[in-house]
T-cell receptor, first 115, second 114 residues
Framework: DGGITQSPKYLFRKEGQNVTLSCEQN?????MYWYRQDPGQGLRLIYY???????QKGDIAEGYSVSREKKESFPLTVTSAQKNPTAFYLC??????????????FGEGSRLTVL | AQSVTQLGSHVSVSEGALVLLRCNYS??????LFWYVQYPNQGLQLLLK??????LVKGINGFEAEFKKSETSFHLTKPSAHMSDAAEYFC????????????FGTGTRLTIIP
């Protein structure tokens, strides 16, 4: 079945450690996104990528990094510079401009807890 | 810049009663508007979307929403609530042609009273 797979689903990290969240999609979508979700704040965009080897900062990119070496994969690294990393992280994808109207397909999310 | 305001972070309705979740938007161009639903510890699923066609949009699970330009609103309704409707609902706006980032509201948690 086509979809988006995020791993791990739950992750614990000590302060000062970097951690990488995986996001893989087999929908043949060009665009991929990372959102952060906190209670009462909705979803905030961290990074997005519209094509392989290219990505743009979203609204809250500080303390995060991404890569887009393959169309199917868009991993997110939460670095030690991120001051408040405990959150629920959602990866999403969408098909190219002109082929859809902005609908995002979401993974099941990764919950990161910093101890 | 685009933005979305969802009135009411928590809404409770009795089973069988009308569900009304409010969403107002701000956009400098004709918007695309979306409602998504999220069940606990899961990702978001699209309920319905408005893309400048019919102003009354029907979605999955019996939900519908009406685009009202004069009121800059896109409220979500369902005539009769079911226990399975308990979830968090997000309204979102996009100004692009499909590949632009969405701006989400802060969400409304819907509780169904038996």
């Amino acid at each position: 079945d086509g979809g988006i797979t995020q791993s791990p689903k739950y992750l614990f990290r000590k302060e000062g450690q970097n951690v990488t969240l995986s996001c893989e999609q087999n929908l043949n979508h060009d665009a991929m996104y990372w959102y952060r979700q906190d209670p009462g704040q909705g979803l905030r965009l961290i990074y997005y990528s519209q094509i392989v080897n290219d990505f743009q900062k979203g609204d809250i990119a500080e303390g995060y990094s991404v890569s887009r070496e393959k169309k199917e994969s868009f991993p997110l690294t939460v670095t030690s510079a991120q001051k408040n990393p405990t959150a629920f992280y959602l990866c999403a994808s969408s098909s190219p401009v002109g082929m859809n109207t902005g609908e995002l397909f979401f993974g099941e999310g990764s919950r990161l807890t910093v101890l | 810049a685009q933005s979305v305001t969802q009135l009411g972070s928590h809404v409770s309705v009795s089973e069988g009663a009308l569900v009304l979740l409010r969403c107002n938007y701000s956009s400098s161009v004709p918007p695309y508007l979306f409602w998504y639903v999220q069940y606990p510890n899961q990702g978001l699923q699209l309920l319905l979307k408005y893309t400048s066609a019919a102003t009354l949009v029907k979605g999955i699970n019996g939900f519908e929403a009406e685009f009202k330009k004069s009121e800059t609103s896109f409220h979500l309704t369902k005539p009769s609530a079911h226990m399975s409707d308990a979830a968090e609902y997000f309204c979102a706006v996009s100004e692009g042609f499909g590949n632009e980032k969405l701006t989400f509201g802060t969400g409304t948690r819907l509780t169904i009273i038996p």
